[in-house]
Structure formats: structure tokens, C-alpha cells
């Protein structure tokens, strides 16, 4: 670790990292990973634009490229804060489940626990979908405009982003199969779906005009 009294999943290096991820240790899990790959694809972005700042022949897009410089950099960092917070919110939950049950009242502060850390293990992914979604949106402005001899890696930026969004949405998806209020899972459904909505279009449109910009097209 760079940082040994951090707790920040971001201050491992990456190999500690991986080692981590793939331990009997349930955190960091998914739900971070997905954070980390959102905040793969914002920095990527990031790269390009700032790979076009400053550039004489690209004068006319400086203006542009600054903004998407601090707006990729403002998603990665909201990124990374959400690969924190992942673990914090399973542990809650595990801390939940193991509250004690030996008579009623016990049982029913244990499931009111259990019912309010999912619902925060599903706030942070949702998010995480939510911020992944911006990343995509951010990538169909930055695929026309910014340095073409470095555009690829906006586009490996919109579609770890898009992965980042799916990988997401299906720890909200394992959480509301625990959830017993139907009125709580339709509210996290239909975040879903709108975090969701019009990113594979978005995505296509990132890549045609990408790869328009590849050399010898």
C-alpha cells in the first residue's frame, strides 16, 4: 500500500488491489469494482482531453476540452468516493444480519436493520450507475472534438463506463431481492431503468463518430 493508514481501496496499488478483490474477503467486491472500472473510463476521457489542451491545431475545441478535462475529473472523483463507500455499505448490512433474534422485539429490530443497510447497499451502486451513465454522456461529446490521434481511448472510456453502469445495476438488482417493502424496490427499478436509459444509443453514436476519426478513414 502507498498509504498504510489509509483505508481508501484507492491508495493500494494495483497488484494489492487485485489481490484484494480476488481473497476470501468479501470487500472490496463487486459493487467497487464497478466504481473503479466507472472511474477507468472518466480518467480515460480525462487523458484525452487533456491530450488536447494547449494543442495550436486544435485552437478552435480549447475551450470545450478544458470543460471536459474538469468534468471527467469531477466523475472519477465522485467514482472513487463510491468505491469507498460500497464496502462500508456491505459491511452495514452484514452487520445487520448478524444483530441478534432470540425473541420477537430482537427479530423485528434486526429486520428493520437488515431492510435499511440494503437500502443503502443499493444507494451506492445506484449511484454508481447514475455517475457511469454521465461518463457515457460525457464520452459522445469528447468522441467528436477532442485530439483524434488519442480518440480510441475515449471510446474504451465510453464502454468500460457502460460496463461500470450493468455491473452496477446488478448489485441494486441482488439488493432488492432482499428487500420486502414493494414500494421501495418499484422506487429502485425505475431509478434503474432511467440511469439506464438511452446509454447503448448513446454508446453507438460514441463509436461511429470515434472511429470516423481513426487514420485512413
Given amino acids: 500500500m502507498n498509504h498504510p493508514d489509509s483505508s481508501s481501496i484507492f491508495d493500494l496499488k494495483l497488484g494489492d488491489f487485485l489481490e484484494r478483490l480476488g481473497s476470501s474477503d468479501p470487500t472490496p467486491g463487486g459493487g467497487a469494482a464497478a466504481a473503479v472500472v466507472g472511474a477507468l473510463g472518466a480518467a480515460l476521457i480525462e487523458m484525452t482531453a487533456n491530450l488536447t489542451v494547449g494543442r495550436p491545431r486544435l485552437a478552435d475545441v480549447q ?31 452484514t452487520a445487520a444480519y448478524r444483530l ?10 434486526r429486520a428493520r436493520a437488515i431492510q ?13 450507475a447514475r ?12 468522441a467528436p472534438v477532442l485530439n ?30 432482499s428487500m420486502t417493502d414493494s414500494s421501495t424496490i418499484e422506487h429502485y427499478s425505475a431509478e434503474l431503468t432511467r440511469a439506464r436509459q438511452g446509454v447503448d444509443e448513446r454508446i453507438e453514436r460514441t463509436l461511429a463518430a470515434g472511429r ?3 487514420p485512413g478513414q
Fill in 63 to 93: 475551450d470545450q476540452a478544458h470543460s471536459i478535462v474538469q468534468r471527467a475529473a469531477e466523475l472519477r472523483a465522485r467514482l472513487q468516493k463510491l468505491g469507498d463507500a460500497d464496502a462500508e455499505a456491505f459491511d452495514q448490512v
Fill in 100 to 109: 441478534p433474534r432470540a425473541d420477537d422485539d430482537q427479530k423485528a429490530a
Fill in 116 to 128: 435499511s443497510a440494503l437500502r443503502l447497499a443499493a444507494d451506492v451502486p445506484l449511484e454508481t
Fill in 131 to 142: 455517475i457511469s451513465a454521465s461518463v457515457v454522456a460525457l464520452a459522445e461529446e469528447a
Fill in 148 to 177: 483524434r490521434a488519442v480518440i480510441s481511448d475515449v471510446l474504451v472510456g465510453a464502454l468500460v463506463a457502460r460496463a461500470a453502469l450493468n455491473s452496477a445495476a446488478l448489485n441494486v438488482e441482488i439488493n432488492l431481492g
Fill in 212 to 214: 470516423s476519426r481513426f
